[in-house]
C-alpha cells in the first residue's frame, strides 16, 4: 500500500466533486447575458480546497477572476494560477504594499486611508462601497468625499455587498441597488460588482458587470428556498469505524454519560469530531447513514471521533474499516444544517486540514 492510501485511510475523507463545481459555475455565470462571473474561492474554497478547486475552475470554464479574504489566501492561490486576476476583499495593511505588487495582487481598498496609501500605483485596485450591511467599505460620507476628490488610481472594479440577498423581498436589496446605482452613475467607466449567490437571483437589474458567487459554488444555498435548477451537490464526506462494541444495559458512552443504554447494545466508534469540524452542536443528535439507514450519534463529539447506535440485525455486517456517511447524498447538506442548527456555511468552512480531501475531475469526452 502507497502512502498516500495509508494515509487516506487514517482519517475522514471528503470527495469533491470538481465537475460539479464547474457545472454549478455555468450555471450561475449563465443567469447573466451581459455580466462577466468570477468564483470567491476564500476559507480554502468553503473548505472544499483552494488550489485544487481554482485551477479546475480557473481551466475549465472562462473564469479569470477570483476573490479571496486575505493576502495569505491571495499568495497561495497566486502560487498556482498564474495569470488569473485576484481580488483580496479585507484590502490592505501598510506593510503589505510590496507584498501586492510583487504576487501581483488587486487589493480591495475599504477606507480612504487605504485608497491613500494605493494613490499614484499603475497597477489596478478595486474599491469597496458600503451601502449599508456596516462592515468594510467606505462610509456613505466617505463615498461623498472620495467622489468629489481627484484620485490618482488604476481603478479597475467598483463594488457592494448586500445585507439581505438570501431574502428576495426584503426592502433593504432594493435601498441598497439605488444606492449603489448612484455611486455606478458617479463612475459609469469602472466596472461594478453587488451580488453574491444569492443575488444573482435577485434579477438583472443587480448583475452589473461582475458577479461574484460563493456558497452556490459548493453546493451550499444560502436562502430558505430550494436550490436553484441545475445547482449540483458538490461532495461527501465519509468517516470509518474505528471499533465496535457491545454495551450491558446501563453503560455509558462518551464524556459526562450523555448517553446510556436502556438494553444491551452495539455501538461504533467514527474517526472524526470537533477537531476535524464535525462540531459539539452533534451532541446527542447528529445523524449519518450506513447499512442502508439514517443512524444518530449518541453522547459527546470528541475531538477525534463520535459514537453511533448500530444495535439490530441490519448492522450484523458493519466491521471496522467499513465507511460512514457524514453528509452526502443520504445526510444532504439540508438534513446537516438543520440537525445541527449550522448554516451551510458554518458547515462547509469547518471542514478541517485533517480531513483528506479526494478530488474527482473527469476531463470532457
Known amino acids: 500500500m502507497i502512502a498516500q492510501d495509508v494515509l487516506q485511510n487514517s482519517s475522514a475523507v471528503i470527495n469533491v466533486d470538481l465537475n460539479?463545481?464547474?457545472?454549478?459555475?455555468?450555471?450561475?455565470?449563465?443567469?447573466?447575458?451581459?455580466?462577466?462571473?468570477?468564483?470567491?474561492?476564500?476559507?480554502?474554497?468553503?473548505?472544499?480546497?483552494?488550489?485544487?478547486?481554482?485551477?479546475?475552475?480557473?481551466?475549465?470554464?472562462?473564469?479569470k477572476i477570483f476573490f479571496v479574504a486575505n493576502l495569505k489566501e491571495a499568495v497561495a492561490l497566486r502560487s498556482s494560477i498564474k495569470d488569473a486576476i485576484i481580488y483580496v476583499f479585507n484590502g490592505l495593511f501598510p506593510d503589505q504594499i510590496e507584498c501586492y505588487l510583487d504576487h501581483n495582487i488587486r487589493p480591495v481598498l475599504n477606507d480612504l486611508s487605504q485608497i491613500k496609501m494605493w494613490q499614484g500605483k499603475a497597477e489596478p485596485c478595486a474599491i469597496h462601497f458600503?451601502?449599508?450591511?456596516?462592515?468594510?467599505?467606505?462610509?456613505?460620507?466617505?463615498?461623498?468625499?472620495?467622489?468629489?476628490?481627484?484620485?490618482?488610481?488604476?481603478?479597475?472594479?467598483?463594488?457592494?455587498?448586500?445585507?439581505?440577498?438570501?431574502?428576495?423581498?426584503?426592502?433593504?436589496?432594493?435601498?441598497?441597488?439605488?444606492?449603489?446605482?448612484?455611486?455606478?452613475?458617479?463612475?459609469p467607466d469602472v466596472p461594478a460588482s453587488l451580488c453574491n449567490s444569492a443575488g444573482i437571483y435577485l434579477g438583472k437589474d443587480y448583475h452589473f458587470n461582475?458577479?461574484?458567487?460563493?456558497?452556490?459554488?459548493?453546493?451550499?444555498n444560502p436562502r430558505a428556498l430550494a436550490l436553484p435548477q441545475g445547482i449540483k451537490p458538490v461532495f461527501e464526506i465519509m468517516g470509518k469505524i474505528l471499533q465496535i462494541r457491545h454495551l450491558e444495559t446501563g453503560s455509558s458512552v462518551g464524556y459526562n454519560a450523555l448517553?446510556?443504554?436502556?438494553?444491551p447494545s452495539r455501538i461504533a466508534l467514527i474517526n472524526v469530531g470537533y477537531?476535524?469540524?464535525?462540531?459539539?452542536?452533534?451532541?446527542?443528535?447528529?445523524?449519518?447513514?450506513?447499512?442502508?439507514?439514517?443512524?444518530?450519534?449518541?453522547?459527546?463529539?470528541?475531538?477525534?471521533?463520535?459514537?453511533?447506535?448500530?444495535?439490530?440485525?441490519?448492522?450484523?455486517?458493519?466491521?471496522?474499516?467499513?465507511?460512514?456517511?457524514?453528509?452526502?447524498?443520504?445526510?444532504?447538506?439540508?438534513?446537516?444544517s438543520e440537525v445541527s442548527t449550522l448554516g451551510?456555511?458554518?458547515?462547509?468552512?469547518?471542514?478541517?486540514?485533517?480531513?483528506y480531501r479526494n478530488y474527482k475531475l473527469e476531463a470532457d469526452t
Open 259 to 263: 448517553w446510556t443504554a436502556k438494553k
Open 275 to 336: 477537531a476535524d469540524g464535525y462540531l459539539k452542536l452533534n451532541d446527542n443528535r447528529g445523524l449519518v447513514f450506513v447499512c442502508d439507514q439514517i443512524v444518530a450519534v449518541i453522547g459527546k463529539v470528541s475531538m477525534d471521533m463520535i459514537a453511533i447506535d448500530i444495535t439490530g440485525h441490519e448492522f450484523d455486517k458493519l466491521m471496522p474499516e467499513d465507511e460512514v456517511e457524514l453528509i452526502g447524498k443520504n445526510i444532504t447538506l439540508e438534513m446537516a
Open 20 to 63: 460539479a463545481i464547474i457545472n454549478n459555475y455555468q450555471i450561475l455565470s449563465g443567469r447573466s447575458s451581459s455580466a462577466d462571473c468570477a468564483a470567491v474561492v476564500k476559507a480554502n474554497a468553503y473548505g472544499m480546497g483552494l488550489e485544487h478547486v481554482a485551477s479546475a475552475i480557473f481551466h475549465n470554464t472562462k473564469c
Open 210 to 220: 461582475l458577479l461574484r458567487p460563493g456558497i452556490m459554488l459548493y453546493g451550499g
Open 344 to 355: 451551510h456555511y458554518e458547515l462547509l468552512t469547518s471542514v478541517r486540514d485533517r480531513v
Open 130 to 187: 458600503d451601502t449599508g450591511i456596516n462592515r468594510l467599505g467606505l462610509s456613505d460620507q466617505q463615498t461623498e468625499q472620495f467622489l468629489n476628490s481627484e484620485t490618482n488610481l488604476n481603478l479597475a472594479l467598483i463594488l457592494s455587498h448586500l445585507i439581505a440577498s438570501d431574502l428576495p423581498d426584503d426592502a433593504d436589496n432594493k435601498i441598497q441597488l439605488n444606492k449603489f446605482k448612484k455611486i455606478t452613475d458617479a463612475l
